[in-house]
Nanobody, 122 residues
Framework: QERLVESGGGLVQAGGSLRLSCKVS????????MAWFRQAPGKQREMVAV???????LYSDSVKGRFTISRDNAADTFDLQMNSLEPEDTAVYFC????????????????WGQGTQVTVSS
């Protein structure tokens, strides 16, 4: 019973910060890659950040330097710290996991959370 549960979304003013969390159950957390995606109105879903089992990270150019992905293997959770938020960051944010980098980057592979709304006001 693979399950991902997200928390931490909400409304924040431009320049503010939010921290999203994803609780993972039913998988071997320590072996999997973890990722955050987002989908804004009228846009395709896009990768925001990835953290591999080794702890290595990848970020999209639009968030690099502002967002930080991290994982806590003991707690089976991973987070996305979002700083210096901009209205363009407004989107539904999804967490997901997969057994490989290719799996987490594929829109049709891996396991997805339900999504949480992040709204940044100007």
């Amino acid at each position: 019973q693979e399950r991902l549960v997200e928390s931490g979304g909400g409304l924040v003013q431009a320049g503010g910060s939010l921290r999203l969390s994803c609780k993972v159950s039913g998988i071997d957390f320590n072996r999997n890659a973890m990722a955050w995606f987002r989908q804004a109105p009228g846009k395709q879903r896009e990768m925001v950040a990835v953290i591999r089992s080794s702890g290595g990270t990848l970020y999209s150019d639009s968030v690099k330097g502002r967002f930080t992905i991290s994982r806590d293997n003991a707690a089976d959770t991973f987070d996305l710290q979002m700083n210096s938020l901009e209205p363009e960051d407004t989107a539904v944010y999804f967490c997901k996991t997969g057994q490989s980098l290719g799996s987490v980057l594929s829109p049709t592979m891996g396991y997805w959370g339900q999504g949480t709304q992040v709204t940044v006001s100007s």
